[in-house]
């Protein structure tokens, strides 16, 4: 899916450093949002970084996108994740009824970056069987469980 040297040559950074950013959730999201959109989808990006999904697909159906990594993920809005923020059940049920799915790139094996379709029925059956604890968040080794098994 990705070239790591050219893609290392175009940004001017060794490739090692190229690895290191783009298996980071936090800085390759953005970058991994707009390839799923544009080349998985065929689709497009939201309106807005403030929307409650990421990414439209051909039908206008809303996804949200999120990067699998060596820490994990999390099903839940990106606004109950950080310092000071909490998880709430009725916000991210409202999230669940808003989008599609999930499209979900595991990046913990950049370059290559599998892609996990996840639709939101499956997700609230995990939730409702507990399988996503208390917050959404998982852990990649259960992430990698539950999308083997779905």
Not at 42 to 62: L, M
Not at 122 to 128: A, E, F, L, N, T
């Amino acid at each position: 899916m990705w070239n790591l040297e050219k893609l290392a040559q175009e940004l001017h950074i060794p490739s090692a450093d190229t690895l290191t950013y783009f298996q980071d959730g936090r800085r390759a999201s953005f970058i991994v949002e707009r390839r799923l959109a544009f080349e998985y989808l065929k689709g497009r990006i939201a309106d807005s970084e403030g929307a409650g999904y990421d990414v439209f697909d051909q039908s206008g159906k809303k996804w949200e996108v999120r990067c699998l990594t060596k820490g994990g993920m999390y099903f839940c809005p990106s606004y109950m994740k950080g310092s000071g923020r909490k998880f709430e059940e009725i916000g991210f049920l409202e999230k669940l009824d808003e989008i599609e799915g999930y499209l979900i790139g595991k990046i913990t094996n950049f370059p290559e970056v599998p892609v996990y379709e996840i639709n939101k029925s499956q997700v609230y059956k995990w939730w409702k069987g507990g399988e996503l604890g208390t917050t959404s968040e998982i852990s990649l080794k259960k992430a990698e469980l539950l999308f083997a098994n779905s």
